[in-house]
């Protein structure tokens, strides 16, 4: 919302500074988004002072003009007669845009060189004379702004209005305000309207055939209409706000819109069947061509303005092309109705069609306002076009928009605010914007807000009345009062703080991606037909298709942040996301969100340093970093499966593990495939972790309790044995586990090799067994026979050999 | 024995002191502290020593032992120090073999960072989902369908009844479906809108504040931010409270901080005016407690919301807000 100063002066005193104005409308809740010097646009234009003129010589009608323009005599070729040596006008300098866009260059008119150009007052926008040269007045000193030689200055206030506010949707609202901030008075427009002679019943009429959606409409008619630009000062108050001027009549319908905030409709009268207004509803499909040319395709619930024969408006939002103001109008119905916003809204939205109209109709115009603002075009129009007015008025009102009346509590309003405001006070903040508020005793207070504050409903809304003309910041600050109660801090939230630490710990940095993905995700992961994850929830209106649907793994966004990584060289990553995935219920149900904690890790597994060997990352890398938050997280009885079957098809198969806790996955850990790498246009290994973390805190084992810590030493034995290719460490370590031999202190691999000389499809496995008792030394007889003892229970179970030798 | 340790301390210390070179000072080393040395045989010799003098002796002889360690120490490292020659040392400029460290992202660390404030007034943390029910998100904070406020907010649709959260306030709704007054939740999460460009993303992370009970009134809220404000930035920061209108809050407002950058001068970032909108902030309107059943003449509340983004662009100096999404690693390494 645009309000130029001098426009906000017709109805109000502003006697402080614009910026301070603009201030103290921002902390009263109407925020100035920006204010400009109006005529910024003249900021080229300067004052010439006419040294010399002589005719032409190749040309009749033109002359070269030297013109004193204060930093230089400036030569320029003119076709203007109303000048004389001596005269001061304005000179447009090269590089200079004019209001009708041409940017005024130097160069040469009939072989004579002309660096600028002499303006008419037209030309400048300053008036409509475009006969002669603007002669400027004879204090205006050469070099100088145009503008400032003219003596004018205007700012424009640019408003970001909240929509509650539809009453600052015009100059008078925005001047209301002014005057409650400033204490001064505001002045109304008079309005005096010529007594017409037919009554205007004996040319037209209105039916409101849906009251709901058209409560009230009213008309005026004005007949004997010339039709004609406007005078200087109406176009010059619409150019104020960023108005295009057009005629007489369609200005007067948009002056007053601005200044009352009441949208107005002018049908060419004679271009309406029968004479006659019919408010209904469109039919379904039915199609309409508003005067922007532009076909409408209508559902039942548009609002519609008829005439005996069709449609000539869609109410609220824009007229149609059949019943527009042409040259030769001579007769103008004025209309000037409330709509239901609901209606308006519904329907601009849904033509994706916002108008000045519709703006303010869906946010609700004043009921009350209505015939004001008629009578204002009416007797304007009149005025400007020297047309006659048909007596009286058509107002069909059929449902009643009721007042309001708000009982306020003192104390109440007190006790919100924190402050501590007398009754007079409240009362004298409420009268200040023309709120009606009546005494009904000490605390209370009956108050009615005046129509145009559609906003104001309930008690709450004048407490907030009160306060913003108090002012927000003088509500003095106080601490809360309340119970101190101790909380326990949840436990996803320690154990979502835990995984991050420990992930950074462990050289990984946290990455956030967005929630939605593209839904080739899933082709790109290789999922299965039936894969869960491919129960995606779609967005209706994505920002583009790559942000189409809510993710289901978090995989694709480690992958695609490794590409975006790759794309800048940086080729060694450890990143991770704790993030939630979204699987699809039902139709119109809220999916299932799931959060995850998954990992990516690619390029060196040590930060590079000076001589140190550069180790290739593998699984047992990555597999690692599990190891480390189970154990972070006292996660019990964690083991990991070689991953088989279809489920994970973007993992390289006998290189990626399920993890479990005893019998429950959590997860799974491993190297991304190949086919997949390319999927993502990655060349470069890559290993990722995928945890369920809802899991996880479940999982998460909390309570420590410590165990003794024996006194005596260890003593250690080792085993290598010759096992089957096939088996697996882990059943080795179990079976030692589950031969429950209490002295047993611990077991660990420390070596694992295959090739010469061990046969083919075998391997050696070398382990570390600690023996320890917590009574006593133990000797290395006693040792000895216990080891040979599991050594040879461990070789029947696995058919092991001990190697030769 | 006294004397004779003394002359042998003195002894050493003297021909330490004629010595200038290294191989000299190794090999009076060795004469006087090496294994067969001159005061090993001391120490041994104590044993001849009458035993009630036997204690004292030693004692002498280890001390007399331990001061020419020192001198034999603080002379090689005087000759090594000295020495124009390569002295075997380390180049301990080289850089040492430091583990890799990964960092938490910013959002993470401003999410982390407010919640503590809040955790130490006693707030709790409430979360919710982000596919949220057109209801929750909308209607009861007191948008119905075909409101203006709608607009304020563009709105990624999954079907006519359900959408991403535009913001986090449908949290309040769910804690309080759920449980009575006294309240006092924070709730952090992702929040999505239909917007993209230097200043916005479509994804991005909001906190909401609620505080519900008896007597909580607008200055209580004030007390809350400025306390706020003042934990993240400093206690020189000064806030203002501007009027200003959200469809479940009444009154309304938003709230500026002094722009931390220039101090209120006027930059760039503060557009020239000196102040930043961080926050909007209001009394909790009667139309929202109405909807889940809270009496609106014994309650009273309070709620507020804040962009993480916006808070961590300013302490950390970006200027991009899709930074945060491009997940550089040399931009994360920073935090």
């Known amino acids: 919302m645009k309000v130029s100063l001098s426009w906000l002066q017709d109805y109000v005193t502003v006697d402080v500074d614009v910026v301070e104005l603009a201030e103290a409308l921002t902390m009263a809740g109407l925020e100035v988004d920006a204010l400009s010097d109006r005529y910024a646009y003249l900021d080229g234009v300067v004052a010439g002072r006419l040294v010399e003129i002589t005719p032409h010589p190749d040309a009749d009608t033109l002359s070269v003009c030297k013109v004193d323009v204060g930093a230089g005599v400036k030569s320029i070729v003119c076709g203007a007669s109303n000048i004389k040596k001596g005269d001061l006008v304005p000179v447009a300098l090269p590089g200079t845009q004019l209001p009708s866009g041409d940017t005024i260059e130097a160069g040469r008119i009939r072989g004579r060189v002309s660096e600028g150009m002499l303006c008419s007052e037209a030309e400048l926008t300053l008036g409509t004379d475009r006969s002669g040269i603007l002669v400027l007045p004879e204090s205006s000193v050469p070099g100088r702004g145009v503008a400032a030689a003219l003596g004018l200055s205007d700012t424009v206030i640019e408003f970001d209005l909240t929509p509650n506010r539809s009453d600052c949707l015009s100059v008078i609202g925005i001047a209301r305000e002014v005057a409650a901030i400033l204490g001064v008075p505001l002045n109304y427009p008079e309005v005096k309207l010529p007594s017409g002679e037919t009554p205007i019943e004996e040319f037209a009429s209105v039916t409101i055939e849906v009251p709901d959606h058209c409560p009230r409409y009213a008309a005026r008619l004005v007949t004997e209409v010339h039709i004609a630009p406007s005078p200087f000062w109406l176009r010059d108050r619409l150019n104020s706000v960023g108005l295009r001027a057009i005629n007489n009549v369609v200005d007067v319908t948009n002056f007053v819109l601005m200044e009352t905030g009441q949208p107005l409709h002018a049908f060419d009268f004679d271009r309406l069947a029968e004479h006659r207004i019919v408010v209904r509803t469109a039919k379904e499909g039915q199609i309409f061509t508003t005067l922007d040319g532009t076909e409408r395709n209508l559902t039942d619930e548009a609002l519609m303005i008829c005439d005996g024969k069709g449609p000539v408006a869609l109410a609220g939002i824009m007229g149609g092309l059949e019943s527009e103001i042409e040259d030769d109008t001579t007769r103008v119905l004025i209309e000037s109705a409330y709509?239901?916003?609901?209606?308006?809204?519904?329907?601009?939205?849904?033509?994706?069609?916002?108008?000045?109209?519709?703006?303010?109709?869906?946010?609700?115009?004043?009921?009350?306002?209505?015939?004001?603002?008629?009578?204002?075009?009416?007797?304007?129009?009149?005025?400007?076009g020297g047309g006659k007015l048909a007596?009286?008025?058509?107002?069909?009102?059929?449902?009643?928009?009721?007042?309001?009346?708000?009982?306020?509590?003192?104390?109440?309003?007190?006790?919100?605010?924190?402050?501590?405001?007398?009754?007079?006070?409240?009362?004298?903040?409420?009268?200040?914007?023309?709120?009606?508020?009546?005494?009904?005793?000490?605390?209370?207070?009956?108050?009615?807000?005046?129509?145009?504050?559609?906003?104001?409903?309930?008690?709450?809304?004048?407490?907030?009345?009160?306060?913003?003309?108090?002012?927000?910041?003088?509500i003095p600050t106080t601490q809360p009062v309340s119970h101190v109660v101790a909380k326990e801090q949840e436990k996803r939230l320690r154990v979502r703080d835990l995984l991050r630490h420990v992930l950074a710990g462990c050289g990984f940095s946290e990455i956030v991606t967005y929630s939605f993905i593209g839904e080739d995700a899933c082709d790109r992961l290789l999922l299965a037909d039936n894969d869960p994850r491919r129960r995606m929830v779609s967005i209706v209106n994505p920002l583009t298709e790559e942000l189409g649907v809510m993710r289901t793994s978090l995989l694709p966004g480690l992958l695609t942040t490794m590409f975006r990584n790759s794309t800048q060289r940086n080729e060694n990553l450890r990143i991770f996301e704790l993030g939630r995935i979204f699987l699809k219920t039902g139709h119109d149900e809220l999916p299932e969100e799931v959060e995850m904690i998954s990992g990516l890790w690619t390029g060196a597994k040590h930060n590079s340093t000076w001589n140190v060997q550069e180790e290739k990352l593998g699984f047992y890398d990555i597999k690692g970093i599990v190891d480390t938050l189970c154990a972070a997280l006292n996660i019990p009885h964690v083991s990991f499966r070689a991953l088989k079957g279809p489920g994970h098809p973007y993992l390289r198969p006998g290189h990626a593990a399920e993890v479990y806790s005893g019998k429950k996955s959590v997860g799974t850990v491993g190297e991304v495939t190949g086919q997949v790498l390319h999927n993502f246009e990655l060349k470069q290994p890559a290993y990722c972790l995928d945890l369920n973390f809802e899991e996880v805190v479940c999982l998460c084992f909390e309570e420590i309790r410590a165990k003794p810590i024996s006194r005596f030493p260890a003593t250690a034995r080792d085993i290598a044995l010759i096992v089957d290719d096939a088996v697996e460490a882990q059943s080795v370590l179990d079976f030692i586990e589950g031969l429950g031999q209490e002295l047993i202190d611990g077991v660990e691999i420390f070596d694992v090799y295959k090739g010469s000389p061990i046969p083919a499809r075998k391997k050696s496995m070398a382990l570390r067994l600690t023996y320890r008792s917590f009574e006593r030394n133990l000797t290395d007889s006693e040792v000895n026979s216990i080891h040979a003892a599991v050594t040879q229970k461990t070789l029947r179970q696995f058919k092991a050999e001990l190697p030769a030798g | 024995?006294?004397?004779?340790?003394?002359?042998?301390?003195?002894?050493?210390?003297?021909?330490?002191?004629?010595?200038?070179?290294?191989?000299?000072?190794?090999?009076?080393?060795?004469?006087?502290?090496?294994?067969?040395?001159?005061?090993?045989?001391?120490?041994?010799?104590?044993?001849?020593?009458?035993?009630?003098?036997?204690?004292?002796?030693?004692?002498?002889?280890?001390?007399?032992?331990?001061?020419?360690?020192?001198?034999?120490?603080?002379?090689?490292?005087?000759?090594?120090?000295?020495?124009?020659?390569?002295?075997?040392?380390?180049?301990?400029?080289?850089?040492?073999?430091?583990?890799?460290?990964?960092?938490?992202?910013p959002i993470t660390q401003v999410t982390q960072a407010i919640s503590e404030i809040f955790l130490r007034l006693g707030f709790e943390i409430a979360e919710g989902p982000n596919v949220e029910l057109d209801y929750y998100n909308f209607e009861a904070l007191n948008i119905p369908k075909d409101h203006p406020a709608r607009d304020m907010q563009d709105t990624f649709y999954i079907s006519d009844d359900v959408v991403l959260r535009t913001h986090t306030s449908p949290i309040q709704i769910r804690v309080m479906e759920k449980r009575s007054p006294p309240i006092r939740i924070i709730a952090p999460g992702k929040v999505y809108r239909v917007d993209s460009d230097v200043s916005h993303t479509p994804m991005f992370h909001q906190i909401e504040g609620l505080m519900v009970g008896e007597n909580i009134s607008f200055g209580d809220l004030k007390g809350i931010l400025t306390t706020l404000v003042h934990q993240i930035f400093d206690e020189e920061t000064s806030l203002r409270f501007r009027p200003s209108f959200f469809p479940f809050t009444e009154p309304s407002a938003e709230v500026d901080i002094q722009c931390v950058i220039c101090r209120g001068k006027g930059c760039r970032v503060c557009s020239h005016t000196g102040w930043l909108e961080v926050l909007g902030a209001g009394m909790v309107h009667p139309a929202v407690f109405e909807m889940v059943g809270y009496d609106t003449d014994r309650y009273t509340g309070f709620a507020f919301g804040m962009g993480i983004e916006r808070i961590a662009m300013l302490k950390y100096g970006i200027d991009d807000i899709r930074k945060f999404y491009e997940n550089d690693i040399r931009f994360l390494e920073q935090f």
């Open chain 2, 1 to 105: 024995m006294k004397e004779e340790l003394k002359k042998t301390e003195q002894e050493a210390l003297k021909s330490l002191e004629a010595t200038s070179d290294r191989q000299g000072v190794n090999l009076l080393r060795t004469r006087y502290l090496g294994r067969k040395g001159v005061m090993t045989q001391c120490l041994r010799g104590i044993s001849t020593v009458p035993a009630a003098d036997r204690p004292e002796a030693g004692r002498l002889a280890n001390e007399v032992k331990t001061r020419l360690e020192v001198a034999f120490r603080e002379a090689i490292e005087r000759l090594d120090a000295d020495s124009k020659e390569p002295s075997g040392g380390l180049d301990v400029t080289l850089p040492g073999r430091s583990f890799a460290r990964g960092r938490l992202h």
């Open chain 1, 339 to 384: 709509f239901n916003p609901i209606t308006i809204r519904r329907t601009a939205k849904r033509l994706g069609l916002s108008t000045e109209s519709s703006h303010r109709f869906e946010r609700g115009v004043d009921p009350e306002g209505i015939v004001r603002a008629l009578d204002r075009a009416a007797q304007l129009m009149v005025q400007m």
């Open chain 1, 391 to 474: 007596a009286g008025v058509i107002d069909v009102y059929p449902r009643p928009i009721p007042e309001r009346v708000i009982e306020l509590s003192v104390d109440r309003t007190n006790r919100l605010l924190g402050t501590g405001l007398s009754r007079d006070a409240i009362i004298s903040h409420l009268e200040s914007i023309e709120f009606e508020v009546e005494v009904l005793d000490e605390d209370r207070l009956k108050v009615a807000p005046p129509t145009c504050r559609v906003d104001i409903e309930r008690p709450e809304d004048l407490m907030e009345e009160v306060a913003r003309l108090s002012g927000y910041n003088k």
